[in-house]
């Protein structure tokens, strides 16, 4: 029996943002948590480096062996991805002893919807 969930598609053009562009209205407070969450979580140059290694890497996914080249140890490498993934922006799968991480399927155009500033966009 297997214990592999079947998780819903989402349309390419289907975004989940966290909150409404900064310009539309003011954040409440727990929009504002969501967003903070994931813009601390991009404030350490190693993570951002991480986060872009991830996201641009052929596939749209990467192993870590494949991303753990950015100047700190093995386990600090760990712990940058595991807040990574706390923050949401990033999810991982293991296969076999390695670790394969992408970035959620709609957490680059919810963070671009963001900071958008939507009087330009008419």
Same mark, same amino acid.
């Given at each position: 029996? $297997?214990?592999?969930?079947?998780? /819903?598609?989402? =349309?390419?053009?289907? @975004?989940? /943002?966290?909150?409404? /562009?900064?310009?539309?209205?003011?954040?409440?407070?727990?929009?504002? =948590?969501?967003?903070?969450?994931?813009?601390?979580?991009?404030?350490?140059?190693?993570? %951002?480096? %991480?986060? $872009?290694? #991830?996201?641009?890497? =052929?596939? !749209?996914?990467?192993? @870590?062996?494949?991303?753990?080249?950015? !100047? @700190?140890?093995?386990?600090? #490498?760990?712990?940058?991805?595991?807040? %990574?993934?706390?923050? !949401?922006? %990033?999810? $991982?799968?293991?296969?076999?002893?390695?670790?394969?991480?992408?970035?959620? /399927?709609? #957490?680059?155009?919810?963070?671009?919807?963001?900071?958008?500033?939507?009087?330009? =966009?008419?």
């Amino acid at each position: 029996m $297997s214990n592999a969930k079947v998780l /819903p598609l989402l =349309e390419p053009d289907a @975004v989940v /943002p966290c909150c409404p /562009p900064l310009t539309e209205r003011a954040m409440s407070a727990s929009e504002a =948590e969501v967003a903070a969450k994931m813009f601390k979580a991009l404030g350490d140059p190693v993570r %951002l480096r %991480l986060f $872009s290694a #991830v996201a641009s890497h =052929e596939g !749209g996914e990467a192993c @870590v062996c494949d991303i753990s080249d950015v !100047g @700190v140890s093995q386990p600090t #490498v760990s712990h940058h991805l595991k807040k %990574l993934k706390e923050a !949401g922006l %990033l999810s $991982s799968e293991r296969r076999g002893t390695w670790v394969y991480y992408r970035v959620e /399927p709609t #957490v680059l155009a919810a963070m671009g919807a963001l900071l958008v500033d939507s009087a330009r =966009e008419a």
